[in-house]
Structures are given as C-alpha cells and as structure tokens.
T-cell receptor
Framework: ETGVTQSPTHLIKTRGQQVTLRCSSQSGHNTVSWYQQALGQGPQFIFQYYREEENGRGNFPPRFSGLQFPNYSSELNVNALELDDSALYLC????????????FGPGTRLTVL | TQLLEQSPQFLSIQEGENLTVYCNSS?????LQWYRQEPGEGPVLLVT?????EVKKLKRLTFQFGDARKDSSLHITAAQTGDTGLYLC???????????FGPGTRLSVLP
C-alpha cells in the first residue's frame, strides 16, 4: 500500500477519442510523474510535474498533457487516441525531485479499440 | 537517449536456487534503482545505488552498481515463491529528473 491511488482501474476507448486519467498522490508529495507501460515492457517516462509546473518530459507527443493540482491530485490527458496508446498508465509521487523515492499507484489499464 | 537493457528477459527456477539478473547500459547514470512489480500493481522500489562499485544487501537480495556506473546486478540467494515478479532497473539521468526503465526480467520461482 503506497498511498497513491489511480482512477479508473480499467478504461476502454475508441481511436480518436480523448481520455483523462487521475492520480491522487501521497499528502505532502510535491512531485508526480506519469509513465506508460506497454504489455511486456518497462515503464516509459511521459512527464513529471513539480508544484504544478511541468518539470521534465519524455519522448511523447504534445497530445499527451497533464495537470497537477494543489491538493496533490493530478491528471493525464491524452487526445486523439491511437491503438498504440493501449497500455498501463502509472503515476508515481515523491517528496522531492530527482532520485527521491517514488511511490507508484496501481495503474490504469487503457484499451484503445 | 539513455537506454537500459536487462537480461535475461525470462527466468524460471526452482525454490531454493540462486539467481542473478543484469542491467546494462552504454551510458553513465548518476544512480540506479531496482523495482519489483507484481501483476495488477505498480512497481515497488527495492533499492537505490548511487556510488560506483557500491554493494547493498537486503536480506537475501544483493545489489551491485558497476564501477563505471553503467551497469548493475541483482543476486537472489535461496529464491522463494514470493520472489516471483517483474524485476525492473531504472536509471536517473545526469540531470536528476528523468527516470529510464529497462524492459525488466520476469522471474518465476516454482515450488
């Protein structure tokens, strides 16, 4: 139990639609990172937010965007869904930045048909 | 782009056996982390190694960071069925912000 929750658990969308995934970090954790984990692969870094500002971004197109709120919740938005977006989406919260310990949520399984 | 490779990809052993899994890169990382992930859950941090040549022990698990900070290994002694899972290594880039994960080693420990 990491204290990080994600919703929904599972989601099915069709190609071209938009989706919003939600994460609730541990209280006091100022950093949230989002990852995409395709089946059989390791997580890939999407972006990181620190105190509501984007603080780093991986190799993902602009249709992947995020928000972080003062109440330690955050969102990952994906526009114009593609079949390859089907994956487990993980959020991780940490107290600070960099090598600080990350606590992962259980993930949201997104299927794009 | 900093990439991490892990080997073997899959490993199936009997309970009580020893095993070593590897994490390699051509890039230098400021630190490496090892995680274990079980089905339906997010990864859970096992250890962070920071100094080249560093060895850390966690009960039956021994982690080593290469002298050049490009590789790491995880050795499990007397594996138990509860060790079953996906073992991921992750490196922090030299800016200290971006985590790069390897593809993982899927370990099955059979009773």
């Amino acid at each position: 139990e990491t204290g990080v929750t994600q919703s929904p658990t599972h989601l099915i969308k069709t190609r071209g639609q938009q989706v919003t995934l939600r994460c609730s970090s541990q209280s006091g954790h100022n950093t949230v990172s989002w990852y995409q984990q395709a089946l059989g692969q390791g997580p890939q870094f999407i972006f990181q937010y620190y105190r509501e500002e984007e603080n780093g971004r991986g190799n993902f197109p602009p249709r992947f965007s995020g928000l972080q709120f003062p109440n330690y919740s955050s969102e990952l938005n994906v526009n114009a869904l593609e079949l390859d977006d089907s994956a487990l989406y993980l959020c991780a919260s940490s107290l600070g930045q960099g090598i600080d310990t990350q606590y992962f949520g259980p993930g949201t399984r997104l299927t794009v048909l | 782009t900093q990439l991490l490779e892990q080997s073997p990809q899959f490993l199936s052993i009997q309970e009580g056996e020893n095993l070593t899994v590897y994490c390699n890169s051509s890039s230098v990382f400021s630190s490496l982390q090892w995680y274990r992930q079980e089905p339906g859950e997010g990864p859970v941090l096992l250890v962070t190694v920071v100094t080249g040549g560093e060895v850390k022990k966690l009960k039956r698990l021994t982690f080593q960071f290469g002298d050049a900070r490009k590789d790491s290994s995880l050795h499990i002694t007397a594996a138990q069925t509860g060790d079953t899972g996906l073992y991921l290594c992750a490196g922090v880039d030299n800016y200290g912000q971006n985590f790069v994960f390897g593809p993982g080693t899927r370990l099955s420990v059979l009773p």
